[in-house]
């Protein structure tokens, strides 16, 4: 989402992480809301689509917090009043968050072919 009201197409605008990671949860929240037992069914195509994304979302997501982790390091200058040993711990709680979240994209892109394979053999327009 790189377009604020009234500043359409704008070469290099961009919002925010605070308002990106607000409202990356706030679709999140509404994905896992929609997809609950008492959610409006959806296809089998359209999880599988949901699978897919997903797992690309969750790519992002992996670099988002490495690249986080970039920034809190020891070795920046800016944070220099701030203790080492505690600047290193959070260094290394969102390297370790970086690399569980890339793996459960791994993990989740595994299983999209079963999951391709349960919605060709139910039918992709099985609504479930």
């Known amino acids: 989402m790189n377009a604020v ?4 197409n704008l070469p290099g605008l961009t919002l925010p992480p605070t308002v990106v990671a607000g409202h990356l949860r706030t679709c ?3 994905l896992a809301a ?7 069914a959806a296809t089998l195509g359209e999880l599988s689509e949901v699978i ?3 797992v690309a979302g969750q790519h992002a997501l992996a670099h988002a917090i490495a690249g986080l982790a970039g920034r ?4 920046n200058a800016a944070l220099a009043a701030a203790s080492a040993e505690d600047v290193e711990v959070v260094t290394e709680v969102l ?10 994209a791994e993990e989740l892109a595994d299983a999209e072919p079963f ?4 919605s060709d053999s139910a039918g992709p327009d099985t609504r479930i």
């Open 5 to 8: 009201r009234g500043q359409e």
């Open 34 to 40: 929609s997809l609950r037992g008492d959610g409006q």
């Open 95 to 104: 390297q370790s968050a970086a690399c569980a979240v890339g793996c459960s």
């Open 72 to 75: 809190v390091d020891v070795r």
């Open 52 to 54: 897919t994304q997903l």
């Open 115 to 118: 999951f391709e394979s349960v």
């Open 28 to 30: 999140a929240e509404e």
